[in-house]
């Protein structure tokens, strides 16, 4: 039987980041993706109209603004909001743009009650939806660029388990020492 060295690397195979440290950089990309995903997320929960007035009758609306076909209304403190089935804490709510001739109506009601209101241009939602969208486009990006280098690896070197395959067959033929197929085993399995 020959011996090999302990540190020779089989043709084609590189030496990645052990295990542990993978799963903590893995952990640590998720905990920032969950960060940015929730920076960036809408902060405003959609409620009916009906809901709207509700809560203009309770004087817990602040201000009302009419933006871009919507109004959104800011809380004077934050409350549970359910609708349709979702319960979530707000502060900010967003209501469709009702027909117009009932929009104005309640828009006179409304100022007659105290609430502040204001036109304006939606210009802080739109670039958060627009990092939104670019982060989400990002991730599916990076994604794909992975999954395109994962095929190239493979296609020169073998798919993970082709490699394990090929490792069971050199101890098996003598090749290969128990240790050094062991080794072999633990740097192929974080791939699996």
Not at 120 to 131: K, N, P
Not at 136 to 165: C, D, K, M
């Amino acid at each position: 039987m020959t011996t090999h060295d302990e540190t020779r690397e089989s043709p084609g195979t590189t030496q990645g980041p052990s295990p542990t440290a993978l799963a903590l950089i893995l952990a640590l990309g998720l905990i920032g993706l969950l960060l940015l995903l929730s920076l960036l997320a809408p902060s405003e929960t959609a409620i009916r109209p009906e809901r709207l007035e509700e809560l203009v009758s309770q004087d817990m609306i602040e201000r009302i603004e009419v933006v871009e076909g919507r109004l959104i209304g800011r809380l004077r403190q934050p409350l549970v909001i359910e609708e349709e089935g979702h319960q979530s804490l707000t502060k900010d709510i967003i209501v469709p743009m009702p027909d117009e001739d009932v929009v104005i109506e309640a828009l006179a009601r409304w100022r007659a009650s105290g609430v502040a209101l204001s036109v304006g241009t939606d210009r802080g939602r739109w670039l958060r939806e627009s990092a939104w969208m670019a982060a989400i486009g990002g991730l599916l990006l990076f994604g794909l660029y992975n999954l395109v280098q994962q095929a190239r690896t493979h296609r020169r070197t073998g798919s993970p388990r082709e490699r394990l395959v090929r490792a069971r067959k050199d101890l098996e033929e003598g090749r290969m020492t128990q240790e050094e197929y062991e080794r072999r085993v633990s740097e192929i399995a974080p791939e699996l």
